[in-house]
């Protein structure tokens, strides 16, 4: 590991590798539990803007938002668990949209 990589005050890691392990894991949740709008879309857009004031090159372009949505969606088609959140932006888009972050 880089130690440039390395956050002195935090020890978090903002290494590329670190950096697609946090995205995915947020798709992942997003696709198999949906997105809340209190809850899981404050705090993926929360962990996406870190990521993007430490390594701003590693976010040109990539929309977490827009990954996790198509994953929840392609989940639910598949066969996958139905959505259970009554406030899933996916299935209720009423206030947040699938932009940009």
Known sequence: MNLDDIDPASGLSYSRSAY???RASW???????GASETYTLPKLQAAR???????PRFTL???????AFE????FVASG?????VRTC??????RIT????
């Open 98 to 101: 699938a932009g940009p972050v």
């Open 20 to 22: 697609e392990a946090v």
């Open 89 to 94: 932006a996916v299935h209720y888009p009423t």
């Open 80 to 84: 996958g668990l139905p959505c259970a």
């Open 61 to 67: 372009g990539d929309d977490w938002i827009v990954a």
């Open 27 to 33: 798709v992942d949740l997003v696709a198999q539990h």
């Open 71 to 74: 994953a929840h969606r392609a």
């Open 49 to 55: 803007s870190l990521r993007e004031q430490k390594r």
